[in-house]
T-cell receptor, first 114, second 110 residues
Framework: DSGVTQTPKHLITATGQRVTLRCSPRSGDLSVYWYQQSLDQGLQFLIQYYNGEERAKGNILERFSAQQFPDLHSELNLSSLELGDSALYFC?????????????FGSGTQLSVL | GQQVMQIPQYQHVQEGEDFTTYCNSSTTLSNIQWYKQRPGGHPVFLIQLVKSGEVKKQKRLTFQFGEAKKNSSLHITATQTTDVGTYFCAGMDSSYKLIFGSGTRLLVRP
């Protein structure tokens, strides 16, 4: 168990809908990362937060947004969903989000857009 | 932006054979990390290399960081069925993005 909690584990929805994925980092970790993993694909970096502030941004679509709350949990919002958004979404956390820190990954949320 | 490439994409070996995956970055890395993702699981941190030319071993796994700090390799000696999974390298760029390689999926025939 990595200590990172993601909910829900599975999500099935329809095109055009909006969903929210939730992540609680390991106790004491201040930085949260979001990654997208499509079938048989690598891990695509979406966004990183540190102590409530956005620190780094990847190729995150405008339809996607995220935030990190004062209690350090994070949410990834996906709107106007398309079939191609179906993927496994991972959240990871690290102590301070600095160079050289290892990431602890949650078990992921499997999103299926029908 | 920074790109991290891994080869091969897939490797199917007989149990007992060796396995190597290679990672190449388009830019110099301050460090490189390796993760393993078992089928149906999430990535798990294996190791980090920091110094130019660094070599680290974990039992049957040997990790190397290139002299120019732009490439790395993971070698597994005498693979076992428990080694099955996808191995990712990852490097952090100057803007704090931890970029993962495309991964090498290892399949082991018992």
């Amino acid at each position: 168990d990595s200590g990172v909690t993601q909910t829900p584990k599975h999500l099935i929805t329809a095109t055009g809908q909006r969903v929210t994925l939730r992540c609680s980092p390991r106790s004491g970790d201040l930085s949260v990362y979001w990654y997208q993993q499509s079938l048989d694909q690598g891990l695509q970096f979406l966004i990183q937060y540190y102590n409530g502030e956005e620190r780094a941004k990847g190729n995150i679509l405008e339809r996607f947004s995220a935030q990190q709350f004062p209690d350090l949990h994070s949410e990834l919002n996906l709107s106007s969903l398309e079939l191609g958004d179906s993927a496994l979404y991972f959240c990871a956390s690290s102590a301070k989000g600095g160079v050289g820190e290892k990431l602890f990954f949650g078990s992921g949320t499997q999103l299926s857009v029908l | 932006g920074q790109q991290v490439m891994q080869i091969p994409q897939y490797q199917h070996v007989q149990e007992g054979e060796d396995f190597t995956t290679y990672c190449n970055s388009s830019t110099t890395l301050s460090n490189i990390q390796w993760y393993k993702q078992r089928p149906g699981g999430h990535p798990v941190f294996l190791i980090q290399l920091v110094k130019s030319g660094e070599v680290k071993k974990q039992k049957r796994l040997t990790f190397q960081f290139g002299e120019a700090k732009k490439n790395s390799s993971l070698h597994i000696t005498a693979t076992q069925t428990t080694d099955v999974g996808t191995y990712f390298c990852a490097g952090m760029d100057s803007s704090y993005k931890l970029i993962f390689g495309s991964g090498t999926r290892l399949l082991v025939r018992p």
